[in-house]
């Protein structure tokens, strides 16, 4: 890949009007370190709330590296400096609870990972350590939250069945609802549909319509049909620098940069 | 040679080699079992043994077993979960955890008469614990240890690091991750590998000579105060083992009927092993179906 042709300073940062967005999470002069690797430089990014934001890009592109870090998963690999704000607060300080802010800042993974437990179980068991302990809350939750993920139709009746007896595409969706029964704020979705087949991925596209009502979406995803299906706007990373970022509509039909054309028209390299 | 013909020909070699093996087995097993099972009966089994006159029974002896494999996994399993958690999810890779695991490696190489005689000069020489079960269960302990510990380490790591990550990623601590979700799915591997170790500990004789003692000290199994001497329970008594006891008459038993001893205890310590190999492995599943509410 003739990938080092590109000018990497050469960008274009949307940034949002506060008096008419609401900003959900953003960050300030975000780095990611892997060692002595600089895997992703200068991240200035603000994600408006009830949106879903895609984050595209090649492999290795650091797109990952930076949603990993926004609910600070990659604390054991990787070094993070820069500011993450979350309703004012700085959440890439050492002194945040990570715990609390992983509840309002949930995570789906690139492969489904449901627990061996039953489905009702995935969903409560971490509610239960959270100390809800009323059974009918926990049902009604469960159902909620079953619901919100397109799931409750398919799984009403096997409740008490394993989680490890569903498909791929209702584990995965499974996990969509174990992520929003915890009642986040902000869903960090990495490639979700990657190990899905299409009618699996079409029924999580739908569901993440459904789900930016009330959440505010970013995802990872290296199927640009997804991202100008599904999101509001679009990120473009390329070699550990976001190149473009924009609406999606204007991502994919009239970029402001040429790497960001080269890689939407396929011309990449 | 063509390709399908060098296929068959390694297949028949695997598959006769797995029947060699098969066949040693059947025929030990079935050796010890058919000379020794018409000795064993209830009689034989409850009653303590004689040293010079025929007739006498191994109750002492098999009690001495269970009970010793007991207080041996009491002590070593905590031990063992403990570390190889730590060194499975805690542990950073750097050269102290390395030199951990590389003690381990050596500990677990090292011959059973050596771990004997250790304990022999430390506990029961050195702490005057005497020949007692509990010198005998913790010189097991050091017998157990690293491969109880490994095979912790290593059933944790068998559970996928995707595993981890939802458990972190819904706010859940380390801690609660690990034991809640982590180690209930490695539960089978644990207990599969107890089990091994119990097999162990179980026919263990070389160890248990110098630290657990050769004399099965008469007890009275009414009297259950583990501070009594008499007590079956107590910690302190010299325990002889099944295994010891079938070592023993076979290098210098003087009874007459040292030979039918000698075999149907050795039937009853086979018998006994594949009960518990058994018994444990239903359990195993039994608890891993609770734990993960599969069918």
Not at chain 1, 239 to 268: L, R
Not at chain 2, 34 to 53: A, I, K, M, N
Not at chain 2, 236 to 252: D, G, M, Q, Y
């Amino acid at each position: 890949m003739k990938a080092g042709k590109y000018d990497l300073n050469d960008t274009s940062i949307m940034n949002f009007d506060k008096q008419k967005q609401e900003i959900a999470l953003s960050t300030h002069d975000l780095q990611v370190y892997y060692g002595n690797k600089h895997a992703f430089y200068d991240g200035n990014l603000q994600f408006e709330r009830y949106k879903i934001t895609a984050l595209i890009g090649a492999s290795g592109s650091g797109k990952s590296t930076f949603l990993r870090s926004l609910n600070r998963m990659n604390d054991d690999v990787a070094t993070v400096t820069g500011e993450i704000m979350y309703r004012g607060i700085d959440i890439n300080s050492k002194k945040i609870n990570l715990y609390e802010m992983r509840k309002q800042i949930g995570m789906v993974f690139q492969r489904p990972n449901p627990f061996s437990k039953s489905i009702k179980e995935n969903i409560t068991f971490a509610l239960k350590e959270n100390g809800i302990k009323d059974k009918q809350k926990l049902d009604e939750i469960v159902e909620k939250s079953l619901r919100g993920a397109a799931l409750w139709d398919e799984v009403k009746d096997d409740l008490n069945k394993s989680a490890l007896a569903l498909s791929g595409g209702q584990q995965q969706r499974l996990c969509i609802a174990r992520a929003i029964a915890m009642g986040p704020d902000i869903l960090l979705m990495d490639e979700p549909c990657s190990a899905l087949d299409p009618i699996s991925t079409l029924k999580v596209e739908e569901t993440m319509h459904e789900l930016k009502k009330k959440y505010t979406i970013i995802i990872v995803t290296h199927n640009m049909q997804q991202a100008s299906r599904v999101s509001d706007y679009t990120a473009f990373f390329h070699m550990g620098h976001v190149i473009e970022y924009g609406k999606t509509k204007d991502i994919f039909t009239n970029p402001k940069i040429q790497a960001t054309e080269d890689y939407v028209s396929g011309n990449f390299g | 040679m063509n390709t399908k013909k060098v296929n068959k020909l390694a297949l028949a070699v695997i598959k006769l080699i797995a029947a060699v093996v098969v066949v040693i087995l059947a025929f030990l097993l079935g050796k010890i079992l058919l000379s020794g099972l018409p000795h064993v009966s209830w009689h034989f089994l409850t009653t303590p043994s004689r040293s010079f006159t025929a007739g006498g029974g191994i109750g002492i002896q098999l009690f001495n077993s269970f009970y010793l494999l007991i207080l041996t996994l009491l002590i070593s399993f905590p031990l063992s979960l403990g570390a190889g958690i730590y060194l499975a999810e805690y542990a950073p890779k750097n050269r102290v955890t390395e030199g951990v695991r590389m003690a381990i490696e050596v500990l677990s190489s090292l011959p059973s008469v050596v771990v004997g005689l250790f304990g022999f000069l430390l506990f029961v020489v050195q702490f005057k614990m005497g020949f007692s079960i509990i010198s005998g269960a913790i010189a097991l302990t050091f017998f157990n240890l690293p491969l109880l510990t490994r095979n912790v380490e290593d059933s944790l790591n068998n559970v996928p690091k995707l595993q981890r990550e939802a458990g972190l990623a819904l706010g859940l601590s380390k801690w609660h991750t690990v034991t809640k979700i982590i180690l209930p799915e490695a539960l089978p591997g644990i207990l599969t590998g107890i089990v091994l170790c119990a097999g162990r500990v179980f026919g263990e004789a070389a160890a248990l000579i110098y630290t657990a003692g050769q004399s099965a000290t008469n007890i009275d199994f009414s009297n259950w105060n583990p501070f009594d001497e008499s007590s079956p329970l107590n910690l302190f008594r010299p325990a002889e083992t099944l295994a010891v006891h079938i070592w023993k008459i076979n290098s210098e038993g003087i009874m007459p009927d040292a030979e039918q001893i000698s075999a149907g205890a050795s039937a009853v310590l086979i018998v006994a092993v594949l009960i518990f190999n058994l018994s444990a492995r239903y359990l195993g599943n039994r608890l891993y179906k609770r734990l993960t509410a599969s069918k």
